[in-house]
């Protein structure tokens, strides 16, 4: 055996003490910890993933079941625009939806389809709504360049607006009045409210604030005064003639009566949308219940004690009777809308005579309207606003104006087209 010499170092083999060989252990323990720590968030991220991509299917077909449904009331409602409300649940490959059509409320239906797959929601609403044409009323009376006369006890409770002169014996309006136009004038009436117009003449009373443009007569009583320069503006009768067009198309598309049609006394009749050819006569104590746009190319008479009434389900839009001819309601008629709040009766005449719309004594009222013609309200008639290029009103006619017509939603009738103006996710 070779000796080591002196400075040479032996080889040395170094066994782990106790102490080192458990921290060895704490370190493994350790290692074995954070790899099991990365396995279970691996494992639960795995897992939510899962559960996200089966809970996005789940999602996209109670979506899907939910357009069923939808498409699935819209179909009904094609067949029966004017069905009952129905509330009831369709099945699509194992998912359900709830679906409810309510009752046509402001000419519209607001359905809803909720969707439900393993208790996963969506939910649609599809707004279903009747054609309808609005028309602001904004004043108790609106007058063309035709301009108003207000006799004795006449009485007009809200808003004037005249193209033309304002006079009269002694009628009253509650509100204000505007006057448009250089050299037109308020005379002979009591305007309660405040009033502008070129000029004032006496004998008439202005409560308020009378605004006169420069240059005009000022010879009235009023409660202050102030000038302007410029001239008032006019304004447009607001039924366009398309609109009107548009009606006539639409009675037009019902059917047409050629020549006259008659309802005898006392007889109760459902007519609309129709084109009458000839003339239109409701006889004594007869009833017309209008279930769509009438359009008569002739003259229209409602005689003695007649009822003219919307159909009620009109709900709570308003209805059209409109004559190229004239338009004559006599003594006792009744004029009405369907029986809901913000439904009312527009009688309409195309006619240029002075009495394109004439209402006799004690008649009851609707919206009177003329575009190119005049409106006659005899003693003690009541109406709930008059728009005409010219309008009279005789002792103690009453125009009392509802706030509910300033912006009124017009239909062909409940037969009339409908279309979905909404559909979204709620």
Not at 13 to 32: A, C
Not at 124 to 130: F, G, N, R, T
């Amino acid at each position: 055996m070779k000796n080591l010499s002196n400075n040479q170092t032996p080889l040395k083999i170094k066994f782990l003490t106790g102490q080192e060989g458990y921290v060895v252990s704490i370190i493994v323990f350790f290692i074995l910890i954070i790899m099991l720590s990365i396995a279970i968030s691996m494992s639960s991220l795995i897992a939510y993933r899962q559960k996200i991509s089966t809970n996005s299917v789940k999602s996209t077909q109670s979506y899907y079941t939910a357009e069923s449904g939808a498409e699935d009331a819209l179909l009904r409602l094609s067949n029966n625009p004017n069905m009952s409300p129905l509330s009831y649940s369709l099945s699509v490959s194992g998912t359900t939806t709830n679906i409810v059509i309510p009752s046509i409320i402001g000419g519209a239906r607001a359905i809803t389809s909720d969707g439900n797959t393993n208790n996963i929601n969506r939910k649609l609403q599809v707004v279903y709504s009747i054609d309808t044409q609005g028309v602001g009323f904004y004043y108790g009376a609106q007058v063309g360049d035709g301009g108003l006369t207000m006799n004795n006890g006449s009485r007009i409770v809200g808003n004037v607006f005249s193209n033309g002169n304002i006079s009269g014996g002694a009628g009253t309006v509650t509100k204000d009045v505007i006057v448009a136009g250089n050299g037109h004038s308020i005379k002979d009436i009591t305007v309660e409210g405040d009033a502008l117009s070129y000029s004032c003449l006496s004998p008439a009373v202005i409560v308020g604030v009378l605004t006169h443009v420069t240059g005009g007569t000022v010879t009235c009583t009023y409660g202050s005064i102030s000038t302007q320069s410029n001239e008032i503006s006019s304004q447009p009768l607001p039924i366009s003639q398309a609109q009107i067009d548009g009606w006539k198309s639409d009675a037009a598309a019902g059917g047409i009566v050629t020549g006259n049609y008659t309802i005898a006394n006392n007889e109760t009749q459902s007519l609309g949308p129709v084109k009458i050819t000839g003339s239109l006569v409701v006889s004594n104590g007869a009833t017309l219940i209008v279930t769509g746009t009438i359009h008569v190319v002739g003259n229209i008479v409602f005689d003695n004690g007649s009822t003219i009434k919307l159909h009620s389900s009109y709900g709570t839009l308003s209805g059209i009777i409109l004559s190229d001819g004239n338009i004559e309601v006599k003594n006792n008629s009744t004029l009405l809308g369907s029986g809901q709040s913000g439904s009312y009766l527009l009688l309409l005449s195309t006619s240029s005579s002075d009495t394109a719309i004439l209402i006799d004594n004690n008649a009851t009222g609707a919206i009177f309207y003329t575009s190119a013609g005049g409106i006659e309200l005899k003693n003690n008639i009541s109406a709930i606003e008059v728009t005409g290029y010219k309008v009279k009103l005789d002792n103690n006619a009453v125009v009392q104006y509802e706030s509910g017509i300033a912006n009124l939603l017009f239909t062909s009738g409940p037969s009339a087209g409908w279309k979905v103006t909404s559909w979204e996710e709620k």
